[in-house]
């Protein structure tokens, strides 16, 4: 017998009073112990006593019980039968329902819609559900049923609604402004985790003084609050606010460090995002994780920053985090960026090699380092090849003008299950220009158009600039004309070209000043 339910014995010579609460209460410790079968031996208690069919608060404590421990049959079953229900009864089997997307969440709202009298907790419950797992619509439209029947929310129910306006609109929207106004007239609206959504959906929208107006007002915040709004000011790229916000943190945790040093990067401010992760360093309760070292070693990568990028390696070993296969990786690309194949190439004997990502960085190093043997090498000795593989030594051979090996390898690729991706296509459609082969240029074309690949800028671009190449300037600038209502800088810069190239100085003058003019 375990020991939950040695707990309802020691009273059964006492009241049945005393033995209901006993009872109750042991249920309530089996909810929360690893193993189910306390639970079904109180049970079975329950049963032989006769209060799982008198006793409410018994059979709301055993579906609970079954409930959280994620049992959705019994739980069913148990209140299928009982005698007694209550409120609470239908919002247990909700909130277990609401757990589960699917089909938890369909069962949920017709379990909800035979609710007789609906509560607080009923609409929050399935309201909350909705809002989870992404039906923010029907979240919104019970939230206005809910508003309807003159039920007051509280502060999970607008958290809830909140972030379906967010999804929804991207942001605040106007029916987030109703939301808000709901929150200030049931005085909502400064209690934490309403006010922090509410300043998360302003930011979100880059609407920072509504925001700020909520943020003043909140008389409690808590750290995740000022992260929301330094979130927001570092992705707007408002520094200098996202600074004042970041100085201002009375607790600043990981996120905090984080989020500043994201702001600085993406202000290309390196210098700074350096110094606030030295002084990040020596903040105890904050230390650095993979993602902030991918990220600071990436931009050490863009900007050859190689004494900066050796620091941070040596982090990493203190920190243990290099064991980190996306770290590992980032390591290995950043070492080949910066013409360090020698060390690149060690840190990838370093480890057992069966990581795609460690292959194709240093593929990737070998390329920009312009050993292209070496790369082929090492490509060919892979014993798994994703689509990134092949893209980046086909888009290697291409930048080193090496254009039959390139369409040989992508006639390679073609004999393999692997499908080749806007990267390889542009690459294949720059080598094809390369040696000016019209036919294989229009069955890479027939490729695109007979698998539906997106004709995104690039791709555009690079069939304009292979048909310029290739001689068909007419076919050209009839592809351009297709593509000019969504057409970007690049399909507009290969189709000026084109012209040029072909001396029609005149047409490429006229699509160069209705770029400009499109672009004013």
Same mark, same amino acid.
């Given at each position: ?16 009073l ?5 009872? !109750?209460?042991?249920i ?28 409410i ?18 739980a069913?079953?148990l ?6 229900? *209550? ?16 089909p ?43 508003? !309807? ?24 929207g ?17 209690l ?34 000022? *992260? ?26 990981? !996120? ?37 070292? !991918? ?14 990028g ?32 020698d ?32 790369a ?23 930048q080193h003008r ?17 499908q ?16 000016g ?13 007979? *698998? ?5 800028d ?32 690049s ?30």
């Amino acid at each position: 017998m375990t020991h939950a339910t040695r707990e309802a014995f020691p009273i059964l010579l006492g009241s049945r009073l005393d033995l209901c609460l006993s009872l !109750v209460g042991a249920i309530k410790s089996a909810a929360s112990s690893l193993t189910l079968s306390s639970g079904e031996q109180l049970h079975s208690v329950s049963l032989k006593s006769g209060f799982l069919h008198s006793n409410i608060f018994v059979s709301n404590s055993l579906i609970h019980l079954y409930a959280r421990r994620g049992h959705l049959l019994s739980a069913r079953r148990l209140f299928l039968s009982a005698t007694l229900l *209550n409120n609470a009864s239908w919002n247990i089997l909700l909130a277990a329902y609401v757990r589960f997307p699917c089909p938890g969440l369909y069962h949920a709202r017709v379990l909800f819609d035979k609710i007789p009298h609906k509560d607080r907790v009923s609409y929050t419950t399935m309201i909350m559900g909705l809002s989870k797992h992404g039906s923010s619509v029907e979240s919104l439209a019970l939230f206005r049923d809910m508003m !309807v029947a003159s039920v007051t929310p509280n502060d999970v129910t607008l958290a809830s609604v909140l972030s379906s306006c967010s999804r929804l609109n991207g942001g605040i929207g106007w029916t987030g402004k109703m939301v808000h106004a709901v929150a200030v007239k049931c005085g909502l609206d400064e209690l934490l985790l309403v006010a922090t959504n509410l300043v998360h959906d302003y930011v979100v929208t880059l609407n920072f003084e509504d925001a700020e107006a909520v943020f003043d007002r909140m008389p409690e915040k808590n750290t995740v609050t000022w *992260n929301v709004l330094l979130k927001g000011y570092a992705k707007a790229g408002w520094i200098n606010a996202a600074r004042s916000v970041f100085e201002r943190t009375p607790d600043k945790d990981l !996120v905090s460090w984080g989020t500043m040093i994201d702001g600085f990067l993406l202000a290309n401010s390196l210098e700074e995002a350096l110094l606030a992760f030295r002084h990040m360093l020596q903040d105890v309760e904050a230390r650095p994780n993979e993602v902030m070292l !991918v990220n600071l070693l990436s931009a050490c990568c863009r900007c050859s920053a190689i004494c900066e990028g050796q620091q941070l390696h040596a982090v990493i070993l203190k920190a243990g985090l290099d064991s980190h296969q996306f770290v590992h990786t980032t390591l290995i690309h950043f070492y080949g960026e910066c013409h360090m194949m020698d060390l690149s190439l060690l840190l990838f004997q370093s480890r057992s090699n069966d990581n795609i990502s460690s292959w194709n960085a240093v593929i990737a190093g070998f390329l920009r380092n312009n050993e292209l043997n070496a790369a082929r090498q090492l490509f060919d000795d892979m014993p798994d090849r994703d689509v990134v593989s092949w893209s980046t030594m086909i888009a290697g051979y291409a930048q080193h003008r090496q254009h039959e090996l390139a369409l040989e390898l992508f006639h390679v690729m073609q004999t393999t299950f692997i499908q080749p991706n806007e990267i390889t296509l542009v690459s294949v459609l720059s080598a094809i220009a390369g040696c000016g082969s019209f036919e294989e240029g229009k069955r890479v074309h027939h490729y695109i158009n007979e *698998n539906f690949v997106p004709l995104t800028d690039n791709l555009c671009a690079g069939l304009i600039d292979m048909y310029a190449k290739c001689g068909r300037i007419h076919k050209a600038v009839c592809l351009f004309d297709y593509v000019r209502s969504f057409a970007g800088v690049s399909s507009w810069n290969a189709i000026i070209s084109g012209l040029a190239m072909h001396g029609h100085a005149d047409e490429s003058l006229c699509s160069f000043l209705k770029f400009t003019g499109n672009k004013d």
